[in-house]
């Protein structure tokens, strides 16, 4: 029996341990194979941890024992040559009209008609405006008229002066009056030229009541109106007639590149160009007529340190107007026997010196340091440092070893681009 304490039920070790096995006995079959099996796959889980730890270890190690030996970079290179390298340069102008002319009426007067249309293409000579000319042929009358009188003036004062000539030869009459009958002629005489002067001046002043075109051009729009009061000389102009076939574009160049330029076809090496320019227009097209500098001015702009060039072009349909900005390419120079290295090509050092790799020796790629001038295109224009004949490398760039031997290294044909690198082959070098 078991013990009592205080009352209580106390079951002895060995009672719990027969209790529960009787327990156990009563459960069902079914149920205890499900508990073994559970209890065999916890086991089996525990013991293969430690292996699947292990087996990347050993993956690992096998790989780096089977890594493939490094591949030789490939890269690629020109063979240099000499060529003539044109010397063109691109810079922004303006239009401007070859001739322009402001039309101001000569004589004061009242507008009566306008004889042109806005914006058209007039011709020199033909009629614009007319002024009223009720006074001006009136002034032409007159002056008709005093001419008439002069001249009868004239004719008297010369007939009694000659009759007075013998009379004073035969002392007939004071010689004192004939030399008065002979100044009234010269004086009647005089006053007759002054007259017909005063009639040319009245003619004149009619002929300019019609206001004409002095240019041939198109011509704006009109600033004055028919009946509109208008003087002689006036400030502002009645409207305005610009030539624009051919047209000017004034290109203004720094002063500095003025003088490089100067300074290389002093040096020997580089000859003056053709003074062929082509315009492209605002919309970056191409304007299809070329022109030629004119001339340049011969004074540098203090306010903007550049010279102005002026250029000259055909402009038959009138696309180009005054005041359009175009870009002009100038064609100034050219580098005789001259060096042109791709782009790609040419790194800069931390010193800002323009650096390239040739293929020396056993294939090796040797870094060199060149005198890059300027662009020509998609190339440098080397003026020192390289040869005719050198090689320059331009492709795998990134994956050079420089000085190092046995680089696989391959012709790149004249005028090709630079093939893209293999991925993670690396895009280029810093200089």
């Known amino acids: 029996m078991p013990a009592s304490r205080s009352g209580k039920t106390v079951l002895t070790r060995a009672a719990f341990q027969a209790s529960k096995l009787v327990v156990l006995s009563h459960r069902p079959p079914r149920v205890v194979l499900k508990n073994q099996?559970?209890?065999?796959?916890?086991?089996?889980?525990?013991?293969?941890?430690?292996?699947?730890?292990?087996?990347?270890?050993?993956?690992?190690?096998?790989?780096?024992?089977?890594?493939?030996?490094?591949?030789?970079?490939?890269?690629?290179?020109?063979?240099?040559?000499?060529?003539?390298?044109?010397?063109?340069i691109v810079l922004?102008?303006?239009?401007?009209?070859?001739?322009?002319?402001?039309?101001?009426?000569?004589?004061?007067?009242?507008?009566?008609?306008?004889?042109?249309?806005?914006?058209?293409?007039?011709?020199?000579?033909?009629?614009?405006?007319?002024?009223?000319?009720?006074?001006?042929?009136?002034?032409?009358?007159?002056?008709?008229?005093?001419?008439?009188?002069?001249?009868?003036?004239?004719?008297?004062?010369?007939?009694?002066?000659?009759?007075?000539?013998?009379?004073?030869?035969?002392?007939?009459?004071?010689?004192?009056?004939?030399?008065d009958a002979e100044a009234a002629a010269k004086q009647a005489i005089a006053q007759v030229a002054q007259n017909k002067a005063a009639l040319d001046t009245a003619k004149i002043n009619l002929q300019y009541t019609t206001v004409p075109a002095p240019i041939t051009g198109r011509i704006s729009r009109s600033l004055v109106t028919t009946g509109a009061l208008v003087t002689s000389g006036q400030t502002n102009a009645m409207t305005t007639i610009a030539r624009l076939d051919p047209i000017y574009v004034d290109i203004?160049?720094?002063?500095?590149?003025?003088?490089t330029l100067r300074r290389e076809l002093s040096g020997g090496g580089v000859t003056p160009s053709s003074a062929d320019v082509q315009l492209t227009?605002?919309?970056?097209?191409?304007?299809?007529?070329?022109?030629?500098?004119?001339?340049?001015?011969?004074?540098?702009?203090?306010?903007?340190?550049?010279?102005?060039?002026?250029?000259?072009?055909?402009?038959?349909?009138?696309?180009?107007?005054?005041?359009?900005?175009?870009?002009?390419?100038?064609?100034?120079a050219t580098a005789r026997n001259a060096i042109l290295v791709p782009q790609q090509g040419i790194s800069r050092d931390p010193r800002g010196d323009a650096t390239v790799y040739v293929v020396g020796?056993?294939?090796t790629a040797q870094l060199r340091t060149v005198q890059a001038a300027r662009t020509v295109g998609t190339s440098w224009l080397v003026t020192g440092g390289l040869?005719?004949?050198d090689k320059v490398i331009v492709e795998g760039l990134g994956q050079l070893k420089p000085n190092q031997p046995n680089q696989l290294v391959h012709p790149v044909p004249a005028g090709s681009a630079p093939r893209q690198p293999k991925p993670g082959t690396g895009a280029g070098r810093q200089g």
């Open 92 to 179: 922004g102008g303006r239009t401007n009209a070859y001739e322009t002319s402001e039309v101001r009426p000569q004589v004061n007067g009242v507008i009566k008609a306008r004889r042109f249309v806005e914006g058209s293409v007039v011709k020199q000579g033909q009629t614009l405006y007319e002024i009223d000319p009720s006074l001006y042929r009136a002034a032409v009358a007159q002056a008709q008229a005093n001419l008439q009188n002069a001249e009868a003036t004239r004719d008297a004062a010369v007939v009694k002066a000659d009759r007075y000539k013998p009379l004073a030869d035969m002392q007939a009459v004071a010689k004192q009056d004939y030399t």
């Open 387 to 389: 040869a005719a004949g």
């Open 361 to 363: 020796p056993g294939d």
């Open 252 to 259: 203004p160049q720094s002063s500095a590149d003025m003088v």
């Open 37 to 88: 099996v559970l209890r065999v796959r916890t086991q089996i889980k525990l013991c293969l941890l430690p292996l699947l730890a292990v087996v990347p270890l050993l993956a690992a190690c096998g790989h780096k024992d089977n890594k493939p030996p490094q591949r030789t970079p490939e890269v690629g290179y020109v063979v240099l040559k000499t060529q003539d390298v044109p010397l063109e």
């Open 281 to 332: 227009l605002e919309d970056g097209s191409a304007y299809p007529q070329h022109g030629v500098i004119e001339f340049s001015e011969t004074i540098v702009d203090q306010t903007t340190g550049s010279v102005t060039l002026r250029a000259r072009f055909p402009n038959p349909t009138g696309l180009l107007l005054p005041g359009m900005f175009v870009r002009a390419k100038l064609s100034q």
